[in-house]
């Protein structure tokens, strides 16, 4: 017979407390919304069989796959500085792992498949809003260049789930590099489990960091590459005005992939304390806190490692530390070779950081939106006239008005023409990033409508993000004040 999906799996070989297994519940009536068919065939799966009644069914979890694995995961994690020592996967089974073309291994999940031992007091099910939500974004993501997990189908379960609203149940196939949290370390970590650490640590090894295998002291090498991912993913969180909104240490990827897309948003008006949770009311998980918190979980993962790190635990520590201090410097290197790069900046010079903070500080001051006003000054880079349409953008310019020739002068001295710099410019300034106003209306209109039309359209502009696509002009234009969002809810 022919083999649909050609598992290779390799996590759910690893010690029986790593997971549950566990099946899918079979739901009521799958109907696909959507199938992304260029991933598909990434991964070696038939688009057209997946689109099928029985490929439905088992991105439905109505019907498992030859070869699943079909396993919860176990992870612990802090939430909000608030360690809970068991989480794990309460709505999502792992089906199993394939090698894609590129020959990296990725795990294919459903999330939202029914309840596992990990479920806790909750159903075990997504609601419809929440799939689109993270379908969205993910694929949003994944077209700006930054590194995330990936939707592969979203369906409609044909059951209903209760949330703040009653809103129709819904799967998301979700395709990531792995599972594997800070927050997996974590939970044989607080049992004293150190074989299973090791276990873990040498599973990810293998599967993530192989180059750490050949390191003098490969688990200080495995710390050192997680951070140098974290750093960068979140460098580049910062580059495009990504909010992740829940970074707790479960919701931290090992492989440096952005994953869970909660309460996740992307900030219009450029203002470093934005928050769009509505649980996260201390702020913890603003904008501008980014950085500091993704240190924070990589502390606690620190932490989990220590005892690989040396016999004796004071010098662990002591190295784990020093490992940690590396941090600041890698996301700084990334962040503002990011921020030239926005800026048309093709060599280096001493005060391109000064240079890239003050228009970020006039951003803020005069309450300009970040996506476009990066774009808009692209175009400035050719016809300098347009330095007018990029100052409309602020309420009040100005410090825009102070930077602006000395951005001109900047550039000018170099000898690139403007029409290379627009071009480098607009490669990494997108004009279309998933607005919170457009992506809560194509989820309303799923939802409450079944209709379904805005949420491919969003789907088909943000696949482009970077090319003007004139028949789509308005999805670059900011909320109008009617139309802002100003609150997300991860609706769990
Ligand atoms: P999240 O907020 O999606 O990162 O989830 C945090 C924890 O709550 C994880 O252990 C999830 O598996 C669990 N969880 C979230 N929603 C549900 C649900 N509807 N049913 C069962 N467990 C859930
Ligand atoms: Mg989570």
């Known amino acids: 017979m022919t083999v649909h999906f050609p598992f290779d799996n390799s996590y759910a070989a690893l010690p029986e407390n790593f997971f549950a297994r ?115 974004v993910s694929e949003a993501m994944a077209a700006l260049g930054i590194p995330t997990t990936r939707s592969l189908a979203a369906v409609l379960t044909g059951e209903r789930v209760v949330r703040d609203q009653i809103q129709p149940g819904a799967v998301l196939t979700r395709v990531a590099s792995s599972h594997i949290r800070v927050g997996t370390f974590q939970f044989f970590a607080a049992r004293g489990d150190r074989e299973a650490v090791r276990a873990l640590a040498d599973h990810v090894i293998a599967r993530h960091y192989p180059e750490a295998a050949q390191a003098d002291a490969p688990y200080l090498a495995l710390l050192e590459g997680v951070i140098a991912r974290q750093a960068d993913l979140i460098a580049r969180w910062m580059m495009i005005g990504f909010i992740h909104g829940v970074m707790n240490t479960d919701n931290c990827s090992i492989a440096g992939e952005t994953i869970d897309y909660g309460p996740c948003a992307f900030m219009d008006t450029f203002d470093p304390k934005t928050v769009f949770s509505s649980i ?86 005069g309450r300009a939106d970040f996506t476009l006003t990066f774009r808009r000054l692209s175009d400035a880079a050719i016809d300098p006239t347009e330095l007018g349409t990029v100052r409309a953008l602020f309420d009040d310019p100005a410090a825009f008005d102070d930077w602006a020739p000395r951005w001109r002068q900047r550039v000018t001295a170099e000898p690139q023409d403007g029409a290379a710099r627009q071009a480098a410019m607009r490669a990494v300034n997108p004009a279309y990033i998933p607005r919170n106003h457009r992506v809560e209306a194509a989820i309303r209109a799923a939802v409450d409508k079944d209709d379904f039309g805005p949420f491919h359209e969003l789907l088909t502009v943000l696949t482009n993000p970077f090319r003007e696509q004139p028949e789509f002009d308005r999805y670059a234009d900011p909320p109008q004040p009617h139309e802002r969002v100003l609150e997300t809810f991860c609706g769990t």
């Open 280 to 365: 996260d009311h201390m702020g913890r998980y603003a904008f501008g806190n980014q950085p500091p918190i993704a240190l924070w979980n990589l502390t606690r993962l620190a932490e989990c490692l220590v005892p690989l790190l040396s016999a004796d635990e004071d010098k662990g520590v002591e190295i784990a530390q020093t490992v940690l201090g590396g941090f600041a410097e890698r996301f700084n290197a990334t962040y503002l070779a990011g921020l030239a790069a926005k800026l048309g900046l093709f060599t280096t010079q001493a005060d391109d950081a000064q240079l890239s903070q003050d228009f970020l500080a006039a951003m803020a001051k």
């Open 22 to 136: 566990v099946a899918p519940t079979p739901v009521a009536a799958p109907r696909l919304i959507k199938l992304n068919r260029p991933l598909a065939e990434r991964l070696g799966l038939d688009p057209d069989w997946l689109d099928s009644p029985e490929g439905t069914e088992i991105l439905a979890g109505a019907r498992l796959p030859e070869g699943a694995a079909s396993i919860a995961m176990a992870y612990a994690g802090h939430q909000f500085g608030q360690f809970v020592p068991q989480l794990g996967d309460g709505r999502a089974i792992l089906l199993g792992e394939v090698i894609d073309q590129d020959g990296v291994r990725r795990d294919i999940q459903l999330k939202g498949s029914g309840r596992t031992p990990f479920s806790r007091m909750g159903d075990g099910r997504a609601a419809l809003g929440p799939v689109l939500r993270e379908y969205i």
